[in-house]
């Protein structure tokens, strides 16, 4: 029996040696799974990687997100083709792998139980929810409830804060030459349109004044005559 089906052993498993961790979570080397897996030759462990790939893309996840180019530098410093394998993207590797090879075996339930454990482990970290069957739990809602409903009072009136703030905020160089809003209006209400209160208290028609050009001009009150 291969060493990497003993999961329990105090030594551990090979795929836990080389699992590493980076801002983005857990991964793999191919080029160290490729050796673990059974494969000397990366060239035909990389036609396994290509069918997880497609098997990645086929069940509608980002296969970027999984399978990711990389370069692996040597001791001699030569640079060779590498790839980051996320655990599901590992995982398909495993699934793709050659069925013949035990390691590929070895390899598919190293990382059917980790997935699992993982799932488990998410699960049991979402808080369960209160029983409404019960008062406890009724209560223990109904002040959930008031906690979000007072959460988004105070939400609320910081928005309207800061509304009223950038209302009267002026510009710099402008502090104390603005206007009030009737003065402008006045100043902008051009006289031809003045309304004047007629009979009744009803609005007449806007009048006009006449042309002080037509009652001055010497040239013109000589046509008229």
Known sequence: ???????????????DAIRRVDE???NWSGR?????????????????????????????????QHFADARKINDQGYRSADCRLTRYGAYLVALNGDPRKPEIAAAQTYFAIKT??????????????PDMN????????????????????????????????????EPPGLQGR????????AARTSPALVRVEGPAGRAA?????????????????????
């Open 205 to 225: 028609p806007a009048q006009r004044p006449a042309p002080t050009d037509a009652l001055h001009h010497p040239r013109r009150e000589g046509r008229h005559r």
């Open 32 to 64: 160290e799974l490729m050796e673990i897996m059974g494969y000397t030759v990366w060239r035909d462990f990389s036609h396994a990687i290509e069918r997880a790939k497609a098997a990645c893309a086929n069940s509608g996840a980002d296969s970027g």
């Open 24 to 26: 983005r979570g857990e």
């Open 116 to 129: 699992r454990e993982a799932e488990v482990r998410l699960v049991s970290a979402v808080p369960a929810l």
């Open 134 to 169: 019960t008062a406890e739990g009724q209560v223990a809602v109904a002040e959930m409830l008031l906690e979000l409903a007072r959460t988004r009072v105070e939400q609320e009136r910081e928005i309207q804060a800061q509304r009223a703030r950038l209302d009267w905020a």
């Open 1 to 15: 029996m291969s060493d990497l089906t003993v999961f329990g052993s105090s030594g551990g498993s090979p795929f």
């Open 178 to 185: 603005h206007q009030p809003v009737e003065t402008v209006c």
